[in-house]
């Protein structure tokens, strides 16, 4: 299967987390807050549920929230999680803490794939549990983190905007289409130095804008 097709596979594939009946709110705040004796009850949660990416899922958790490794159980059923396997491990076991998602390792282009993990990171739900953002480089040399931001999933997004004028975080569907039209409306491309029908191609990639709204 060529990469093209292998990642629109992987996008079509939803977490097993969204058949939790708390939600994906509470069980990112449990998460956030270390509360093992919380995620353990969502893995039970997830084990009754009896499908192979819901039981596999609970025992990434449960493993985990045990300090035991589980690489190989990452390598195994990550994919049916809708968690990608990149080329160059942009994605990895060791970004993860109690079975979610704790760093995610953005990359520049000196890496193969590093728009489809970005891509991934700013759309998928497994993505959401991220308390900590790191961007790498290596074109000048040895690998370097050349920047860091630290917080919550939606509040690192906007760091990534308003810090690095980097827009294209606003194709991911936490921004609502308030706050999207919001920023369009205000954005001056003389102040930010970059073009605004940009900026609408990506924001034009977030469901939460439709194609009714005119500018």
């Not at 985990?64 to 195994?76: H, S, V």
């Not at 706050?179 to 977030?206: A, T, W």
Request: glycine share 4%; hydrophobic share 40%; charged share 30%.
């Amino acid at each position: 299967m060529d990469r093209v097709t292998y990642f629109e596979n992987i996008r079509s594939v939803e977490s097993p987390l969204l058949l939790l009946t708390a939600g994906i709110d509470k069980i990112m705040l449990a998460a956030a807050n270390d509360c093992v004796d919380e995620l353990l009850a969502f893995a039970d949660q997830l084990s009754a549920i009896g499908t192979v990416p819901a039981t596999t899922r609970a025992a990434f958790i449960k493993l985990q929230c045990k300090g035991i490794n589980t690489e190989d159980l990452f390598e195994a059923y990550c994919e049916s999680w809708g968690i990608p396997r990149f080329e160059e491990d942009l994605i990895k076991v060791d970004d993860f803490k109690n079975g979610f998602l704790w760093t995610f390792r953005d990359h520049t282009s000196s890496w193969s794939e590093d728009e489809e993990a970005r891509d991934w990171f700013y759309t998928h739900h497994e993505a959401r549990f991220a308390r900590r953002y790191e961007y790498w480089g290596r074109d000048s040399g040895p690998e370097e983190m050349l920047l860091m931001e630290s917080g919550d999933y939606k509040s690192m997004l906007w760091s990534i905007v308003k810090k690095h004028a980097d827009y294209t975080p606003f194709i991911s569907p936490v921004f609502s289409q308030e706050e999207l039209v919001i920023f369009y409306d205000q954005f001056d491309e003389r102040e930010y130095d970059f073009d605004i029908e940009s900026l609408l191609q990506i924001m034009e990639q977030n469901p939460n804008w439709f194609s009714t709204i005119k500018r």
